[in-house]
DNA sequence: AAGAGGACCAACCGCGCGATT
DNA sequence: TAATCGCGCGGTTGGTCCTCT
């Protein structure tokens, strides 16, 4: 299937941004809000192609964007969904208010790669070191039973550092030892600058909203208040539930297929 | 002071996917 | 159903800054 190019790449500018041309971008944008990438440039007065335009905005120009360092806090998200979802930077991004996919992709190439490894742990697999020659590609939960025997012979190395003392008693990991069913974070960036359409009653959206998409058939903004509500945790590391508890990631309600998740 | 090498990060590139025609 | 469009994603590149020798 043939494919023509994004742009006339003769006639547009490459490399770093001026002040001029974010400036032109800024302003259109305030005027006619984002999307219509393709056209944008034009319509704008900008010899760049719209891809170039749209990462400008999305990775530098965005007001809502948080500059400055990464806290221990983001750290640690970082490396629990990056665990969860491998190299899903934009999935990863959608749970890190302020942060772009680029942003983050970035910080785990400079930093949380060299942290991981100073722990001792496979970036890749966010396994042992000393197991990461074996090609583990899928997150898998009955997995776990099968492999017990192998990761005892390393039960000197802790996972990811979020093992409980309960754990420590059952010397069994997981391959994704913190995947939580009841992990809960803060509630997303998203539900504050939601447009009233995606907000509900209770001012509570579900994890599709949360992530931007709109209109979508597994919407549960009707029932996510209650099912957050009701939920109660079985799990030994699991924070104490309050009812404000976020469904992390849609895997309570089952939005999202974990099993299928693969790893890179 | 200056050069080398590494770290960091903005930006580019190619591809996949869903929507549209 | 196939072709095309437009957008978004992940991988990679290249320029700049920093640190070390």
Known sequence: MGRSPCCEKAHTNKGAWTKEEDDRLIAYIRAHGEGCWRSLPKAAGLLRCGKSCRLRWINYLRPDLKRGNFTEEEDELIIKLHSLLGNKWSLIAGRLPGRTDNEIKNY??????RKLLSRGIDPATHRPLNEASQDVTTISFSGAKEEKEKINTNS???????????????PVQERCPDLNLDLRISPPYYQQTQPESFKTGGGTICFICSLGVK??????????????GSSSSSSSHSNSNNSSGYDFLGLKSGILEYRSLEMK
């Open 108 to 113: 785990w190439n400079t930093h949380i790669r």
């Open 156 to 170: 000197n190395n802790s996972p990811i550092g979020f093992i409980t003392k309960d754990e420590k008693k059952i």
């Open 215 to 228: 209109n979508s058939k597994d919407c549960t903004c009707s029932t996510i208040t209650t099912a957050a």
